[in-house]
């Protein structure tokens, strides 16, 4: 693993590249980014063109999307069936809403986690749900997805197994193939809800026998063994059921070879196999699954062990690990592309540190880092921060822990200072920061125009937290700021200006080496951990590749010493009378303080 650690995996996207449940649809990244704003328009149109075409399959992810947007900015879809109360997409788009609300109340914690209040609440809250739901299904008898929504309803209200069988077979007369029906049928005839396993393998096992090559109900089965394994916690080799995990893989791996990698309509079922295939121990073939899924990492599988980006990182970095120590030490892994070759320009991710320290005092403060830096002076004394490309990383920028590099330098170089670094992140549309102070991140947020609107009370907390670090006396402006989702450039550049910093450079997440050109900017090689040691614990303060100026005592004290140290040099060099010993220790320690002005006098000159 030493030898071929830092190349194994190489080629992997960088992990701030990482996206968890990103929307690859344009047009429904855009009807959230207006939602959000409060303009239904291009809503209605996206969910026209799938009721009209028959789009069953992507009207179902659209409707989940734009309800969770409803969730937080009901304002636009009440709008809309104000205008057109028997819309039948606003009417669907209603009816997931209500069952989303009921969930989020009851939330997905198991039912001796959840009290009775959240139980009454998210009763009441289904039996409101059913009129809307029936009404969804009447005013477009031909659509499935209401039958989708009524199964959930189904598992939420404890329906019985009869009327779950009259609502499948509503949803299989419209679409008989229809992957979101059957992975919402499969959870209602699981263990953990009203079902068992072997009743959840036999219906996965003969929806994927009746199903089209290349269809997502083949992966249906491993959805399946992730309950088995994962949620329930059963036993690779537990009962019979061991075998049909080991054939729901394979099923799965063929099931991959269908779609092309990278495509963000095969990442549901992909990161459900890297996680089977790493409980298997079959670490290359999860490597090969890791590529294939590229940057789009989902909720689930990862969120049943934790937080799903941090997990799905590290497990990707743990099957890296694993196949380098499997590696022979004298062999060399495959050389593949560069993970970045593979993502299109605009949607490379990039990254920029603002620190509240002049630079001579951040280079002294990286040594440490494992990373290469480019480091520039800001107005007021401050710093701007940028990782420089490196053809052949270190083994600590190879193995970052789940951290993208400037976020793990300034996690590095803000311990043990007292002045705090702002890591902004630009990746395509999507705008972000993380706060650091004294090696902690206090605060971070995202701008997602498809996400959800921020909470206002964790909008708040983040406020008050900047608040707390730079001189802001009213944190209210940067809760309005926090909380809107469209135009996130703006709202980035308006948030790094609000808090008294210096502006965003120009490029920003544009092109790379936003800092390469800008006078005074310069570069602080990466270093490795002994010689890092040796120069941090260094009396010579030139030794970082930034030249630092010396305080007034500094001068004054080396050429006092010079003034005494040459003459007694000279004196014990001409006097016959003086010991060779005695003339070498003023000679040296001349020429010692010689050098450290004349260094110091070079730095002080250069540009």
């Given at each position: ?169 509503e949803a299989v007369a419209r679409a008989p193939h229809h992957n979101g029906c059957h992975a919402t049928a499969l959870q209602y005839l699981c ?118 980006r941090k997990e799905f990182l590290e497990f990707r970095l743990g099957v890296r690990m694993q196949v380098a120590s499997g590696t022979p030490f ?278």
């Amino acid at each position: 693993m030493l030898r071929h650690g830092s190349s194994v995996g190489a080629d992997l996207p960088p992990d701030e590249a990482v996206t968890v449940d990103a929307v690859a649809d344009p047009a429904l990244r855009a009807a959230l980014a207006a939602a959000a704003s409060g303009d239904a328009g291009p809503a209605r149109e996206l969910l026209a063109k799938t009721r009209l075409d028959a789009q069953w399959e992507r009207r179902s992810g659209c409707v989940s999307a734009l309800a969770e947007c409803a969730l937080h900015s009901p304002g636009w879809l009440e709008g809309w069936l104000a205008a057109t109360p028997e819309d039948p997409d606003a009417v669907l788009v209603k009816a997931e809403l209500c069952i989303q609300q009921a969930w989020e109340i009851r939330t997905g914690h198991r039912a001796d986690e959840v009290s009775e209040d959240q139980f009454r609440a998210f009763f009441a809250l289904l039996d409101d749900a059913a009129p809307v739901i029936a009404a969804a299904a009447e005013l477009n008898p031909a659509d499935p997805v209401p039958w989708q929504i009524a199964l959930t309803h189904a598992r939420g209200s404890q329906a019985p197994r009869e009327v779950f069988d009259d609502y499948w077979s509503e949803a299989v007369a419209r679409a008989p193939h229809h992957n979101g029906c059957h992975a919402t049928a499969l959870q209602y005839l699981c263990e953990k809800w009203y079902g068992s396993h072997e009743e959840m393998f036999d219906f996965a096992e003969r929806a994927a026998e009746g199903a089209l090559p290349g269809s997502k109900l083949n992966a249906l089965p491993l959805i399946a063994a992730v309950e088995y394994r994962v949620v329930a916690g059963e036993s690779a080799a537990s009962g019979s059921s061991g075998s049909r995990v080991e054939a729901a893989i394979g099923r799965a791996m063929e099931l991959s070879a269908w779609y092309e990698p990278g495509d963000p309509e095969a990442a549901g079922f992909r990161n459900h196999l890297a996680l089977m295939l790493i409980l298997a121990e079959r670490w290359s073939e999860a490597l090969e699954v890791f590529r294939a899924i590229g940057v789009h990492a989902r909720s689930f599988p990862w969120g049943y062990v934790g937080d799903a980006r941090k997990e799905f990182l590290e497990f990707r970095l743990g099957v890296r690990m694993q196949v380098a120590s499997g590696t022979p030490f004298f062999s060399r892994p495959p050389r593949r592309a560069s993970p970045t070759a593979a993502l299109p320009a605009a949607h490379a991710p990039r990254s920029l540190a603002i620190a509240m320290a002049p630079p001579h005092e951040v280079a002294e403060a990286a040594l440490m880092c494992g990373v290469s830096l480019r480091i520039a002076p800001a107005a007021s004394g401050l710093s701007y921060v940028e990782l420089v490309p490196d053809p052949s990383p270190g083994r600590r920028a190879a193995f970052s822990g789940g951290e993208d590099l400037l976020t793990g330098a300034a996690d590095n170089f803000t311990t043990g200072e007292k002045w705090p670094a702002l890591v902004l992140r630009r990746t395509a549309d999507r705008y972000g920061f993380t706060l650091f102070h004294k090696g902690k991140p206090v605060a971070s947020h995202l701008w997602d125009p498809s996400a959800p609107v921020t909470d206002h009370t964790d909008a708040a907390a983040t406020a008050q937290a900047l608040s707390a670090v730079f001189p802001v006396r009213d944190p209210r402006p940067l809760v309005t700021l926090l909380r809107g989702a469209n135009d996130p450039a703006r709202r980035q550049t308006e948030l790094v200006t609000a808090l008294g910093l210096p502006p965003v450079p120009e490029g920003f997440g544009v092109r790379d080496e936003v800092l390469d050109g800008v006078e005074g900017a310069q570069v602080l090689a990466r270093r490795g951990v002994l010689k890092g040691i040796r120069d941090t614990v260094s009396t010579d303060l030139g030794t970082p590749a930034l030249p630092v100026p010396r305080p007034r005592r500094w001068w004054v004290l080396r050429i006092a010493a010079l003034v005494v140290l040459v003459p007694a040099g000279v004196y014990g060099w001409l006097s016959p009378e003086v010991s060779w010993y005695r003339t070498l220790v003023p000679t040296g320690a001349a020429v010692f303080f010689g050098v450290q002005v004349r260094k110091a006098w070079a730095g002080r000159r250069s540009p």
